[in-house]
């Protein structure tokens, strides 16, 4: 039985899919938490978030590194941690230097640091050569619209330390741009009172389809585990809708996309403790890397591959965080595909009506999950503000989009928000 320090998490999907993995694996682990009451808030009515089953729950000052290191000393000689980990990205270069600082298995903080801020990651992939957008870096307004008008519209403005597609938008022209630049100004401080840097990203639009390629690393070898394609909403928001895996590409595609990513995440130096997320444009003139993001991916992806292949992601991200090597081996599951639709509200308001009993029995239905009536809806402007989701499954071949696609069909016919 191996001890693990979790510092920090999502309150989502790998939340939960975390403590499971650890607890089926036979290990335990340590919670650490600057706010304890943001897990509370998170968990379902009646019931103790699986985050405070941890053997410990430890409150500490996770935002200040340099007052954290010494009590991360202090817990491990006293409690003996094998690993840590973490599924939140604002705190991935925090468990890595801790990893360091601990002398524990995990990747080198600066190859996670640089994966963590989009800008650094750019400039990373620029010079190792990996195929990428055109993209600039400034924080006054008057090299912002220079560089905009350099670029080109229509163009791409991203925070370079926010996930989850958050302010990340399309504009058309200066006044756009202007709006987008100052929206980033007026967030200054991330959901874990991080303060943020004021560092404009701007890229090429890129054309095409989106997928993910989801990967584990260890002992200086990426294993692909498969590829997910990405249904997108809307511009100016890029707010993914869904999700299939595996994704419907040809061979060569296949093959093309495989290898950028690969590219991507050795010039980063992530081959060792990784479960990544990178994310790849399918271009007219071939792949471009989005992002890398390393941690398991988020939406349910590692659940769909779950379906099909029978690997467990998260109980792999358990294993390279020990420095154990991870089981990757494929099961017949019965299932060919399987995909994801997430219910994407479009105006603000209040939840009336929502009934999703017909869906939930019907046949190749996997999870649904629904906001309750009464709850206050925001019209989305990024991944945080589903109501819910529908996933399937298809035993025959690649049909399980169509059918969670006409799932949620049915679940929107029945959506009131006042």
Known sequence: MAHLLVVESW????????????????????????????YLRAAPEGTAHPLLGARNVITADTNDVETLMPQVEC?????????????????????????????????????IENACRKDATRRVLAEAGVPGPR????????????CARDIGYPLVVKPVDLCAGMLVRRVDDEAQLAAAVKALADFPVNARGQRRSSAVLLEELLDG???????????????????????????????????????ALSAADMGAVERTALGAITALGLTDGVVAHTEIKLTSAGPRVVEVNPRPAGNRITELLRHVTGIDLA?????????????????????????????VPEVTGTLAALDGGRVRTAPDVLEVELAEPGRQVKAAGSNNEYLGHVMAGDPSGGGARARVESLLAEVRSGMVIR
């Not at 650890?22 to 938490?33: N, Q």
């Not at 705190?91 to 995990?106: F, I, N, Q």
């Not at 993209?135 to 220079?146: L, N, S």
């Not at 991870?326 to 099961?331: A, G, I």
């Open 11 to 38: 309150v989502g999907s790998m939340s939960r899919l975390l403590p499971r993995a650890i607890r089926e694996g036979g290990h335990e682990f340590t919670f650490l938490t600057r706010d304890l009451h943001h």
């Open 209 to 247: 389809p989106e997928v993910s390629v989801e990967s584990v690393s260890h002992a200086g070898v990426v294993h692909v585990v498969g590829v997910t394609d990405k249904s997108v909403g809307a511009e100016p928001a890029f707010i993914e809708t869904g999700h299939m895996f595996p994704a």
């Open 315 to 343: 109980a792999a991200f358990v294993d390279v965080s020990l420095g154990h090597s991870p089981d990757l081996r494929r099961t017949d599951t019965g299932l060919r595909s399987a995909a994801i639709g997430f219910l």
């Open 75 to 111: 817990l491990h000689a006293a409690l003996g941690f094998d690993g840590v980990l973490t599924s939140c990205d604002y705190y991935l270069p925090v468990v890595a230097r801790t990893a360091a600082r601990l002398g524990l298995p995990g990747p080198a903080p600066e190859a």
């Open 135 to 146: 993209f600039g870096v400034h924080e006054e307004w008057a090299d912002i619209a220079r």
